[in-house]
């Protein structure tokens, strides 16, 4: 599709697990960021992408979570350990080169920690 | 800290009239400012945005005013619609920081009543 795709939809699961998000970006788009939005706020940085590298990752709240890029192109969000404040829809978003500030945002993924 | 914020949770207007939406920033690094509208099960996406050298961005029945010194931008829809019910999500960004990393309000929801 043309927009920024984003797998699954929604995640529930169980208060210690693996979990794995993934996003695939518009197609040509160098900039791949990651956000988390909880319930009545608004999106929250985590970390950003240039091509297959992480240039940025000062919004990982902790080092539960990790994220890759590994052809500069898809990415996957990784939880470990899963706790309940996890719990919020994780966003993704990309952009490109010559963006100048404008995020393409895919629909998100609803993680339910129980 | 919140370094950009949205005041007010919700606002209700009636058709055909003016909606104004409000955002106060704390950064004096940010530089670009956006707008972002927000469906229920849906990914933000982009409506309008302003950069600080202007004061005024219009784009048909959307305009984003910008007061620097006062640190505060306002989204002006009129006449509002129906169809612009939705969560409205103001956005920042700081020219040296990474990429197109965006700072976000925790957003207003907007009601416009037929």
């Known amino acids: 599709g043309a927009g920024v795709s984003q797998t699954p939809s929604n995640k529930v699961t169980e208060k210690g697990k693996y979990v794995e998000l993934r996003c695939d970006p518009i197609?040509?788009?160098?900039?791949l960021y990651w956000y988390r939005q909880s319930l009545g706020q608004g999106p929250e940085f985590l970390i950003y992408f240039q091509g297959t590298g992480a240039a940025d990752d000062s919004g990982l709240p902790n080092d539960r979570f990790f994220a890759v890029r590994p052809e500069g192109s898809v990415s996957t969000l990784k939880i470990q350990r899963t706790e309940r404040g996890d719990s919020a829809v994780y966003l993704c978003?990309?952009?490109?080169?010559?963006?100048?500030?404008?995020?393409?945002f895919g629909e998100g993924s609803r993680l339910t920690v129980l | 800290d919140q370094q950009v914020k949205q005041n007010s949770p919700s606002l209700s207007v009636q058709e055909g009239r003016i909606s104004i939406l409000n955002c106060d920033y704390t950064?004096?690094?940010?530089?670009?400012f956006l707008w972002y509208k927000k469906y229920p099960a849906e990914g933000p996406t982009f409506l309008i945005s302003i950069s600080s050298i202007k004061d005024k961005n219009e784009d048909g029945r959307f305009t984003v005013f910008l007061n620097k010194s006062a640190k505060h931008l306002s989204l002006h829809i009129v006449p509002s619609q129906p169809g612009d019910s939705a969560v409205y999500f103001c956005?920042?960004?700081?020219?040296?920081?990474?990429?197109?990393?965006?700072?976000f309000g925790e957003g207003t929801q907007l009601t416009v009543n037929p």
């Open positions: 950064n004096s690094m940010f530089d670009y």
């Open positions: 978003a990309s952009s490109s080169l010559v963006s100048t500030g404008e995020l393409f």
């Open positions: 197609s040509g788009h160098t900039a």
């Open positions: 956005a920042a960004s700081a020219q040296e920081t990474s990429g197109s990393r965006l700072t």
